[in-house]
């Protein structure tokens, strides 16, 4: 079976012919097979030299966790997104030093600030392929819950082998829907430093309001430095730490980039779902997106009500309000998007098509077979999302979510490391510690009641078969729900307990489960007294996950061995792994009657200030645009220095800092966003409406010598100035 | 004093040096004078002909009173935009026969259905310079007070003759701040019917959403036919009336115009500022729209809240929300705008110059009188707006202001007719009548009471010098606010009226005003006892209007005779007569990094389309999109159909139905809306912005053709086919 789907793997990628040349996201393996396509772009580095993770360029890439990042001198200066550094930024943020509204600019290297606790650099030291180590051997007759077992049971050991090593993090990622897996070695740089962050009036210019829209005028662009111990290892804080001196660098181009330009990013793109089935995009986007929608409209108005602007309270839910009203706005465009680009009906052809192949030739019988049990292993799980989806809000108020977490890890410490289920070993207790600790900053009674009630006055509207009899009961459920009675019971539960004081709840890390079992808090008892369900209902899904992985690498082999009977390429989803994407600098017409330029200009800056945020330039800055005082760095074409642009690229989420490289491979900016008509991208590319938003290297080097001062980091950077 | 305005007038328009070619609201009479200007554009016609009102093509151009429409067949037949008649075809729907979702085409002159009461269509006659007439020999000394009665007696006397000619209306009009008069006399054709109108799909598609926008796929056309006695004079609706034979009729061109071509639109422009001083710009953009805004948001949510969606309260108060979300589109668009343009530096700036010109001439100094009076009126008047503003609305309530006006017809009625206050005269009854009726449609208590609440709390929140006596004491307003108490003293008017009955209220219109001052309805009572105040008042406010009319004529002389003296052409602020404006087809650059299409096609209507109103084609004409049934009518350059297209005429409401015009004076289009961009031009035309948007008569010909089968409409039309 394994040779079978390396040598559909080998072919997928044989031929490119027919695909898009924006469309992929590409892993830097792939580079060779899609050589000739990328050169006839104008790509002027080797391809095969892309494969190699730690050669260069994609030696200099590197992840925060979430975002991406790369290294941009050899002290290790890292370059990012504003928005993947301004928790730090927050952090380090006092009433006197206000560095949210005043940027932060170290003067030397012992002003760098430590980043906010849990800052990552993770660079790559190694990547093999690991499907024969993960999956090769399992009886295809094993059920869903032993192959998810034999499948965690597997990877934990591979994670275990690998991170013997110390100061590194493994991973084992899944492709294909689990047709292939990798295993992933990264260097965990854990003393990261905040170097340099223009002021949110220019990091953040534009705000909620242009997130997502183009045209755009955001300096979306910040410097980590990674910091290692004197002997180059991984290391903790410390004074006597010295910046880590990568291996691979990218050089800064002051040239830039023009219209129709060859330009490739490479990060680490999140999630995306090109493969999923019809009934997946069905349930996506006619169930879950309007449901979900609906309750983030709901909660919003909850919160805003709740936590009127300026108190305190608000403080606490401003995260969790820019997280919701940014998931809304994205899925009401993938919801458009999909509409305008007729989504389910072109999955509905494709599937038929696929059909039609498969049944053209009886020996591909089991591939019929994996459509089949794929589709009905989805509507089984639809119907179980369904059900869940209230009670899982309902369960997941910040307390109550504390207390579970805290007793699960009670109960599986009393295992062996290895044995514990991911998430409760050794190695993540300092993400556990950190999570737990952040619920201070993020947590207010009256807000988490509010919505508690909500959460259960919804829950308690299904029928009987979404209802859990444990929850019920825990928390003395009437029949019918009546506001001021459980307004009364709910608030005993805040009042009496002790959990939502930091140091007490940290002090649960350390307990054994008996005393979790005897306690009087609330919230613990709750906990304890939803366990044996919880533990049924995950045995359930990890059914349910293992049945999945079978069925959908099955059926990723049917599509990949139909794509390569057409001589076809295929690109695994995106899985958070590294990816390149490449095409060209290009504006678009995201409607009829209206079209995007490729570049902005500073003149744009000052069109769109109100002077108030998040319009608010410095007002230094209105005085060199006023001036035309471009210092060289404009672009003839367009009269002006160009602030950020387009290109056909394939991004998503995660690829948040991925840098921007020219057909050198030297930085030409950083990736930051995506237009509002491209986030149904995720799942299904439009080359006529996809376009990623990146910040010009231009614009970052005319803030940092014009208006921040920043010569420090110029010199540091090593500028190329050819275009 | 005469002599020298008209002679400065004249000089004014001796020249077009330095005038942007698409900036004005030109007058007919000034056809001659802008004649180079047209020509080098493209226009085709003799420019002094279109001097002539009664001439080709100016004698097509026709007035619906608030919308512009055109003769576009010697049949009477009348183009207008879809929103213009959408009251008439509301009037005339039914549940059986919706015609706002099915659209309505009559069949034969037969089928032909009556318009709304009171709609009208006016055919210029004639028109003179009055300026003589109404204030020549007016001393420089005469109080405020004195010269407003001179200037409206004078207006009365040129009318009460005009309209001895039975069946027509005349307006004496004010240009240039009552600089000048014109004496404009009109057939005011009172049998108008509603003859052919797409479904709102088509002529509203886009809606609410779309007002003001661009990209714009809206069908804003419908067609009325005007009705004469068989004798030709105008008469009331009657079977036996017959279609009005115009003089003068538009070809409808079915070639239509590319980029770049001559176009010019004949309508009548409602109000614009472009002379106001600074004192007015401020007081209007810092603080009026502002609390406007404020007040109209507070408004719609009161509205949405007391009349919920679906609600039979809801249905009367579309008008008035439709009504609200479009001013306050409009105005924050205008702020937006204003900031965006310099507004207020701009000005400044000019009101520098004109000084310093002023200044260097000691024979100039009676201008620098006329600046410093209007400047100090200004002040005043705006203190007094500012004072009044919350009464104005505390005092407004539907029925409150039916009873003030009723109690003031039977005051005035005790006089002779030519006494009268204007629009209390015999040749207003018809249409008071009409507006005293309406309020059955738009009037619901328990809305009306919770915006009256809102009002007063604002109104009591005023100092004392903006509180009225008479009215507080009257509605016996406790020293503050108390809203329960508040509540049910309303509650009591509501209920204790008789004239939220139709027929009550009507039957007053006949009553002596004694009947009135012994009445024991609440809301006439409360009219009674606002009376004495409400004349103080309004004698106040014409004195002010009185010394405003000299002071702001005088100004515009200053003015007019400092642009003589740079050579350059001054055209009057819009005043609802028929201008001309005139420039190009083009898109445009609302902000960096867009652009504007100067065209939009079929295939965005199918892009736009959701199913759901206001983004619900026919499927007919989605059919005909996919299956690109062109008809011929397609522009090559954009490979579709034109939908709508964008020019760089200065436009402004009240022209919406406006005959837009190629070269030849052929119709191809109907204006019918300006950018958002543009709708600060009200106040500083900006050319970088200004975008007028029409309907192309090839979209027009295409949905009659093709989609609602209006042949005869074609056949009756005469269509020119040459490009």
New interface residues.
């Given amino acids: 079976m394994r040779r079978t789907t390396l040598s559909l793997l080998a072919m997928a990628a044989a031929s490119l012919n027919g695909v898009a040349a924006e469309e992929g996201m590409w892993t830097p393996e792939q580079a060779p097979e899609i050589a000739r396509d990328m050169k006839r772009l104008g790509l002027k580095l080797k391809p095969e030299d892309m494969a190699d993770l730690t050669g260069f360029p994609m030696g200099a890439i590197i992840s925060l966790g979430g975002c991406s990042a790369s290294f941009v001198s050899d002290q290790g200066l890292v370059a990012t997104n504003h928005h993947c550094v301004r928790g730090s930024v927050q952090y380090n943020s006092t009433a006197e030093n206000n560095y949210l509204d005043n940027g932060f600019l170290a003067q030397s290297l012992g002003d760098e600030l430590p980043a906010a606790p849990g800052s990552r650099v993770y660079v790559t030291v190694g990547d093999r392929d690991a499907t024969e180590d993960v999956v090769g051997g399992l009886a295809a007759s094993l059920s869903g819950r032993d192959r998810y077992q034999a499948i965690e049971d597997r990877t934990k050991q591979l994670i275990e082998e690998c991170e013997s090593d110390p100061g590194h993090r493994c991973q084992v990622a899944s492709f294909y829907g689990g047709a292939s897996y990798r295993l992933i070695k990264r260097l965990e740089i854990r003393d990261v430093r905040l170097v340099y962050v223009p002021a949110d009036s220019i990091g953040k210019y534009g705000g909620d309001i242009d997130n997502w829209m183009?045209?755009?005028?955001t300096g979306d662009f910040a410097f980590y430095r990674a910091y290692v111990a004197p002997d180059g290892s991984a290391a903790d804080y410390a004074e006597e730490n010295v910046p880590y001196l990568p291996e691979h660098v990218l050089k800064v181009s002051s040239g830039g980039l023009k219209a129709g330009d060859f330009v490739m990013a490479a990060g680490y793109p999140g999630r995306t779902s090109r493969y999923r089935r019809l009934g997946e995009v069905h349930e996506t986007f006619d169930w879950y997106y309007p449901t979900w929608i609906e309750t983030a409209e709901k909660r919003i108005s909850l919160i805003e009500a709740t936590a009127p602007d300026g108190s305190d309270a608000r403080v606490k839910y401003e995260s969790l309000l820019a997280g919701l009203n940014n998931y809304h706005k994205n899925r009401i465009g993938q919801i458009k998007g999909a509409?305008?680009a007729g989504l389910a009906e072109r999955r509905a052809e494709h599937e038929a098509k696929l059909n039609a192949w498969i049944a053209a030739d009886a020996s591909r019988e089991t591939f019929a077979e994996a459509v089949r049990d794929l589709d009905q292993l989805i509507e089984e799980q639809n119907a179980k999302g369904r059900q869940s989806f209230w009670y899982d809000y309902a369960s997941g108020p910040q307390l109550l979510s504390a207390a579970r977490q805290l007793y699960r890890l009670a109960k599986e410490k009393d295992k062996p490391d290895s044995e514990r289920e991911p998430g409760y070993q050794d190695r993540d207790l300092t993400r556990t510690r950190q999570q737990l600790t952040r619920i201070d900053r993020r947590f207010d009674p009256a807000v988490d009641r509010e919505l508690w009630l909500y959460f259960l006055e919804q829950y308690m509207a299904q029928p009987a078969e979404a209802r859990i009899a444990a929850f019920d009961e825990a928390l003395g459920l009437p029949a019918a729900f009546d506001r001021a009675a459980l307004e009364r019971s709910l608030a005993r539960l805040y009042e009496n307990t002790d959990i939502d004081d930091q140091e007490t709840r940290l002090s649960w890390m350390e307990r054994q489960a008996s005393a979790f079992e005897a306690s009087d808090d609330p919230f613990i008892q709750l906990a304890v007294a939803l366990y044996n369900d919880d533990m049924a209902r995950e045995e359930d899904s990890k059914n349910m996950a293992g049945q999945l992985q079978q069925a959908r690498a099955s059926y990723m082999q049917a599509l990949i061995a139909w794509n390569a009977d057409q001589g076809l390429a295929a690109y695994p989803d995106a899985n958070s792994t590294l990816r390149i994407t490449y095409g060209s600098v290009m504006g678009g017409s995201p409607?009829?009657?209206?079209?995007?330029?490729p570049?902005?200009?500073l003149?744009?800056i000052t069109?769109?200030d109100?002077g108030e945020a998040p319009f608010n330039s410095p007002s230094k800055m209105l005085d060199l645009i006023e001036a035309g005082d471009y210092a060289d760095y404009d672009l003839k074409s367009i009269g002006s220095v160009p602030v950020?642009f387009l290109s056909d690229l394939d991004s998503t989420g995660g690829n948040s800092g991925s840098a921007t490289l020219n057909a050198r491979g030297e930085l030409v900016g950083l990736l930051f966003d995506g237009t509002i008509e491209s986030v149904n991208s995720d799942w299904d590319f439009d080359p006529r409406t996809t376009r990623t938003i990146h910040v010009d290297s231009r614009y970052m080097l005319w803030v940092m010598e014009k208006v921040d001062g920043a010569d420090r980091l110029i010199d540091e950077m090593q500028l190329v100035k050819r275009r």
Same sequence: chains 1, 2.
């Fill in positions: 183009w045209p755009r005028h509409r305008r409607m009829d009657g209206l079209i995007y330029e570049f902005t200009r003149e744009g069109a769109k109100t950020n």
